[in-house]
């Protein structure tokens, strides 16, 4: 295992404070604290070489963990074992293996040319010149930005600092990678060439990946497997497909047809998701789905029909919901 996790927590301290200045007078001498338990006792394993899926909700407890697993911070229990270090222990040998990129934060010196940050991390990870020099052509090529390394970083658009913050985490060729949102705010364009890199540089490097993203083509496009966290607990580990395979029990039936039909009648077959004029989108039990299929053939004007799974996004919200309920009923 490259990573291994135990029982991992945290929780943070925090004051609450009410509006208007006599409740800030009042804060001088009482204070009433609140915790925030932002990972609650969470368990896994990564095997190198692995590309895995993060995900949940905002809140849940994703990039808190990735702090912790990168050693940026302390837990409040639990243990890690990433790289056969303890990260929080952040000895230099477990530093020059890893890299983190966050899609939020820069790393880049925003009035320099991006060669002059990619110099310093060469610089700060102890690369030899000839090995800079060969993985700095590499990447460049591989992301289409050699004409771009002379260029003032606050000049170059979205996405071409999005290919240089990957470069920079990559110089030293790392053995795992944290991805916070790295594709956060780019065009669908350069989503698809962001994810074809990191889909190459894994195969070719067997580098692990641990990625964050709220955009589900990021998700479906690279890994295999996720783990999706909920108000600080795994609520699913496992392969990304079988998230409806064992939570939702329909399947979405489409429909082109050609006549008109109104909602009530569409509405005899199953819940109604989407409806235009020659069209719907209905949803059906599992369970009932070769009946109720044979009745829409029968009675409807169906010209194309088409049975699909519940989108992976609709999955992981059902799993939210069931997860939350479940900690509303305790």
């Known amino acids: ?13 925090y004051y609450k404070k009410e509006l208007g200045f006599r409740n800030s007078l009042k804060n001088l001498f009482y204070r009433e604290k609140l915790v925030k338990e932002a990972v609650r006792d969470i368990s ?28 940026i911070l302390h837990p409040s229990g639990g243990q890690a074992a990433v790289l056969d270090f303890t990260p929080w222990e ?34 700060i990870y102890e690369v030899d010149d000839e090995t800079y020099q060969r993985n700095l052509a590499e990447l460049t090529d591989l992301l289409d930005v050699k004409d771009l390394l002379n260029v003032q970083v606050r000049r170059l658009s979205l996405g071409g600092r999005v290919k240089m913050e990957l470069i920079a985490a990559l110089i030293h060729k790392p053995r ?47 890994c295999k497997r996720v783990i999706i966290i909920n108000q600080g607990h795994i609520v699913f580990d496992g392969d990304l497909h079988h998230v409806n395979d064992v939570f939702a029990q329909s399947k979405i039936i489409k429909l082109q047809l050609s006549a008109p039909v109104s909602a009530a009648d569409l509405g005899a077959f199953g819940q109604v998701k989407e409806r235009a004029e020659f069209s719907a989108t209905l949803e059906v039990p599992r369970s009932e789905l070769k009946e109720r299929s044979k009745a829409i053939l029968d009675r409807l004007p169906v ?28």
């Open 1 to 13: 295992m490259i990573v291994e996790v135990s029982h991992l927590s945290k929780s943070f301290d």
């Open 44 to 71: 896994f394993g990564i095997q190198e070489g692995e590309m895995i899926g993060f995900l949940g909700p905002n809140g849940a407890g994703k990039t808190t963990t990735l702090k912790m697993l990168s050693g």
């Open 90 to 123: 952040r000895k230099k040998a477990f530093k020059m293996q890893f890299a983190i990129v966050m899609g939020q934060k820069a790393q880049l010196w925003w009035d320099l040319p991006a060669n002059e940050s990619l110099y310093l991390n060469k610089c």
């Open 176 to 222: 795992l990678i944290f991805l916070d949102e790295p594709t956060i705010g780019l065009d669908m364009i350069s989503q698809v060439k962001i994810r074809e890199f990191l889909k190459y540089y894994n195969q070719q490097r067997k580098a692990t990946v641990i990625l964050t993203s709220h955009y589900m083509e990021d998700v479906e496009d690279l």
């Open 303 to 330: 010209v194309d029909f088409n049975i699909e799974d519940i989108p992976v996004e609709e999955g992981i919200a059902l799993l939210y919901r069931r997860q939350e309920a479940g900690h509303g009923a305790a």
